[in-house]
């Protein structure tokens, strides 16, 4: 931006959505700047010259010739709100810019239209036009670490990402009110937010300003859509005499100003997840007991309906655990709002208790999963049991905290998984699913510390195991555990209670199901353990993928083939697909698992197809193409150092260079990793220095970076397939 105000050039236009920092940019842009400010207001657009009154003494405001003549002398202009100038004013910007003397730089809101001489400036294309869009999730978690000085934990970066918007002011002002609140903790060096949303003065001036001007019919409308959603439609346009809530054509005239939200299945939700609590913090005790009445008195959504996710991943189910923060006190003090967010008890409305709705959401998960539909995968009332720190008498918690933990770490949000299954141990310590979970997630970090540690915690879980051994290189170790993990173990929903709710069918249990010994004759004890009995409930899929992960992808494919056969949905056959293609070396059917397995929404595993592709190929062009490709996804993955994608990021390096280096990233000392690996102090740092002379460094905290494909851009990756 400031290059933007230098040299020939004559300036730009930042557009952007309120709150954007478009204000704020523009200040930061000419603070070392001799310039003139101007803003444009809602007051001064009835008047001539209205913005410009300060800079245009005497008669200067009578013409725009004299105006642009009192204007000479600045040469660096801002215009900040240009979507709010009078004519006039908006007239004389427009001149000088077209006149270049004056370098301009002009901001305006994109939702709100800007008078024509303004909007003419990138029409016409005399400014280029800068549009500020929201954050990203990645980027709210910078700004959020930046500003709290330490890491944050990656579901309450999410969080603070979906309620805000990515909106930089309502980011801020959320931050400001959470901390004000003292839900923001720091757990060592990682901050965490658990609790509801406190309503402050500032967060409701923003969401009433959002709301606007609406009449007594709209706001009851919002304030019970804001204690019922997902909100079923009537079924006429105009309610019956006596009958309980809002007109269709109200909700229309919301939907209209982007209040609220209709799903396929007509059900209406507030539109910005602000308003519920704002609504909610609003109503006093009486018209929130009448509220909860009217809900009540609605019909609900079928049971069947209450588990399933609407368009934003909210699901009826969220009622439920607002039951279980409903003797809370609101950010107004009142208590008598809790019982109006719960629904109403057996023979006035929704059952309380979330037990049912947590089995149905964990067992959604685990069917979709096998089934190949990881992206129809949606929030439901295990988030906002989690995120408002309630459920903690529910005992299916822990499970669901596992179950999504493992959905994290097969969508390769790493960072996420190891948040999901640290909440399933803060909610019951020796919880060993989550520990377990907690093990893989930090061993495919690199993290080997923490993965040790919460492997101990858990006992002996074989899959847990093969990735701990996997950190440290131990691949043949790794791929035994996994042989183990796939033989004895009948499907990951075999720990969890909530996972096998009755009729619910999971495409496990069918994965496993009748499925023949292998083939192929193996030797040896790996794999005499690969060619065990098949019966039901052996061989998880992921388990077998992960021998193949390892480099042993002989050993399963044939049995991968065979599930593949069995199992209804794309998962097991694109597995196997992968599998197959590593065991031939075929680099084009690698490049087409890789780009299927991103379709399932696997990123990681496709990451890893994608590294295999580049291996299999010959080199040029298609093998860098490969690993660029390779580099992109594992971007997404969340800092992931598994044993492929660090081999892809480090080829000059031997095995043992790459163990020890792998193992000093993670924190080990010299004395540890001679310790763990029955080497001498001596050998290691030797091994260490010739890793060091490859990298170029001799700084051992970046050793973590170097060894992660992500680091590497798409120009680097051409280079290393070179």
């Known amino acids: 931006m400031r290059d933007g105000l230098r040299g020939g050039r004559r300036g730009a236009v930042v557009a952007g959505a309120a709150g954007t920092g478009r204000s704020r940019l523009a200040a930061e842009a000419v603070r070392r700047l001799p310039h003139a400010w101007v803003t444009g207001t809602p007051e001064g657009r009835s008047l001539r010259f209205g913005a410009f009154a300060h800079l245009l003494p005497g008669t200067a405001a009578d013409s725009l010739s004299r105006a642009v003549e009192a204007m000479r002398p600045a040469r660096v202009l801002v215009v900040d709100d240009a979507h709010l100038l009078d004519e006039a004013s908006a007239a004389l910007v427009h001149h000088l810019a077209a006149q270049r003397r004056t370098r301009l730089l002009v901001t305006v809101r994109s939702d709100e239209a800007a008078p024509e001489a303004v909007a003419g400036l990138w029409r016409r294309h005399v400014l280029p036009r800068l549009d500020l869009g929201p954050l990203s999730a990645q980027e709210t978690g910078d700004v959020l670490a930046s500003a709290l000085g330490a890491h944050v934990e990656d579901l309450t970066v999410r969080r603070l990402h979906r309620l805000s918007g990515g909106n930089p002011r309502l980011l801020r002002e959320l931050v400001a009110a959470v901390r004000e609140d003292g839900g923001l903790e720091r757990v060592g060096s990682v901050w965490r937010w658990r609790g509801e949303v406190p309503v402050t003065g500032v967060l409701r001036e923003l969401v009433t300003a959002m709301i606007g001007d609406v009449g007594e019919a709209e706001r009851e409308a919002l304030e019970l859509v804001a204690f019922a959603e997902p909100l079923s439609l009537p079924t006429s346009p105009a309610p019956a005499a006596g009958a309980a809530g809002p007109s269709v054509a109200v909700l229309e005239r919301l939907e ?10 007509l059900r209406v939700r507030l539109a910005h997840p602000l308003l519920g609590p704002v609504l909610r913090a609003g109503v006093g005790a009486l018209r929130a007991r009448r509220l909860a009445r009217t809900a009540g008195a609605r019909p609900a959504a079928d049971a069947e309906t209450r588990a399933r996710p609407t368009a934003d991943g909210e699901t009826e189910a969220r009622s439920a655990a607002h039951a279980e923060t409903g003797a809370r006190p609101t950010a107004d003090g009142e208590t008598g709002a809790g019982p109006s967010r719960a629904p109403a008890c057996p023979g006035g409305g929704r059952d309380l208790s979330p037990g049912p709705a947590l089995a149905a959401q964990t067992a959604r998960i685990t069917t979709l999963v096998y089934a190949g539909q990881i992206p129809q995968i949606t929030p439901g009332v295990g988030e906002r049991l989690a995120e408002d720190d309630a459920g903690w008498d529910e005992p299916l918690m822990a499970d669901f905290c596992a179950r999504r933990a493992w959905l994290a770490r097969l969508r390769g949000e790493l960072r996420e998984a190891v948040a999901w299954s640290g909440e399933g141990v803060r909610r019951s310590p020796a919880h060993r699913p989550s520990l377990a979970e907690l093990a893989c997630a930090s061993a495919h970090l690199g993290d080997v510390r923490a993965a040790e540690d919460a492997l101990a915690r858990c006992g002996d879980d074989p899959s847990a195991r093969a990735w701990v051994l996997a950190a440290r290189g131990d691949l043949a170790g790794a791929r035994r555990s996994a042989l183990e993990a796939a033989q004895g173990r009948p499907g990951p929903e075999a720990n969890l209670r ?212 992500a680091s590497h851009n798409d120009y680097c990756a051409r280079d290393i397939a070179q």
């Open 256 to 265: 209209a100003r982007g209040l609220l939200l209709c799903d396929d299945d």
């Open 498 to 709: 909530g996972a096998q709710p009755g009729g619910s069918g999971s495409r496990a249990e069918a994965a496993h199901t009748g499925v023949p010994r292998p083939r192929a004759a193996l030797g040896g004890p790996v794999a005499q353990a690969a060619e065990g009995p098949a019966t039901a409930g052996s061989g998880d899929l992921f388990a077998l993928h992960d021998v193949a992960r390892f480099g042993a992808p002989d050993l399963v494919a044939g049995r991968l083939a065979l599930l593949a056969d069995t199992v209804r949905g794309d998962l097991a056959p694109v597995l196997a697909e992968h599998a197959a293609a590593m065991a031939d070396g075929d680099a084009a059917a690698l490049d087409k698992a890789a780009r299927r397995l991103a379709d399932l929404g696997l990123l990681l595993h496709a990451a890893e197809a994608a590294g295999h592709a580049a291996q299999a190929h010959p080199g040029g062009r298609a093998a860098g193409a490969s690993l660029a490709y390779a580099a992109t996804l594992a971007r997404a993955c969340q800092g992931a150092r598994t044993p492929v994608l660090v081999d892809l990021a480090t080829p000059g390096l031997t095995p043992r260079q790459r163990q020890i280096a792998g193992l000093a990233a993670a924190g080990l000392t010299n004395r540890e990793i001679a310790r763990l690996l029955g080497l001498s102090i001596r050998t290691v740092a030797n091994q260490l220095c010739r890793a060091y002379e490859r990298f170029g460094t001799s700084d051992r905290a970046s050793l973590g970076t170097l060894l992660s494909l």
